[in-house]
């Protein structure tokens, strides 16, 4: 696990890739986000997505859990203090490609419980390396004591 005490400002890693399938991003919208140009082709011909596109949410989604459940980046996370700045930059398609770009900022001074906050950036692109997403997330993250 890597954990607060493994984590210094500057620090980078990139991980990924995934995506959602058209099925997936259909099951989600109908679940979470029913505005028309996530449920058909036909509605969001008419936007400026051109075709079904995700779900924003379904796009943070993804990015957390590219950054919490990441095999190769296992983060002792703990939970999440708050996001900051989201921001959806371009349409996530049904089979794009995603990998996140993280940077370490800031690694708070530990916390009681065994947690230390780490502030950090994450940024979204696809497989035409298009940023699609963006945010800052505080995160709790455990010590190795």
Same mark, same amino acid.
């Given at each position: 696990?890597? %954990?607060?005490?493994?984590?210094?400002? /500057?620090?980078?890693? *990139?991980?990924?890739?995934?995506?959602?399938? #058209?099925?997936?991003?259909?099951?989600?919208?109908?679940?979470?986000?029913?505005?028309?140009? =996530?449920?058909?082709?036909?509605?969001?011909?008419?936007?400026?997505? /051109?075709?079904?596109? %995700?779900?924003?949410?379904?796009? /943070?989604?993804?990015?957390?859990?590219?950054?919490?459940?990441?095999?190769?980046?296992?983060?002792?996370?703990? /939970?999440? =203090?708050?996001?900051?700045?989201?921001?959806?930059?371009?349409?996530?398609?049904?089979?794009?490609?995603?990998?996140? #770009?993280?940077? *370490?900022?800031?690694?708070?001074?530990?916390?009681?419980?065994?947690?230390?906050? *780490?502030?950090?950036?994450?940024?979204?692109?696809?497989?035409?390396?298009?940023?699609?997403?963006?945010?800052?997330?505080?995160?709790?993250?455990?010590?190795?004591?």
């Amino acid at each position: 696990m890597i %954990a607060f005490d493994d984590l210094m400002p /500057g620090q980078v890693v *990139v991980l990924g890739p995934t995506g959602a399938s #058209r099925d997936e991003v259909l099951a989600f919208a109908r679940a979470y986000d029913p505005q028309p140009f =996530h449920l058909s082709d036909e509605a969001a011909s008419q936007t400026y997505f /051109g075709r079904l596109s %995700a779900s924003g949410w379904h796009t /943070g989604a993804l990015m957390l859990d590219l950054l919490i459940n990441n095999p190769d980046w296992p983060l002792a996370c703990r /939970g999440c =203090h708050e996001i900051r700045d989201l921001r959806w930059r371009a349409p996530v398609y049904p089979d794009d490609r995603l990998s996140a #770009r993280v940077t *370490v900022i800031d690694c708070d001074v530990p916390e009681a419980q065994g947690a230390g906050r *780490v502030t950090l950036d994450l940024l979204l692109s696809n497989q035409d390396d298009a940023t699609v997403a963006q945010m800052t997330a505080v995160l709790a993250v455990a010590r190795r004591i």
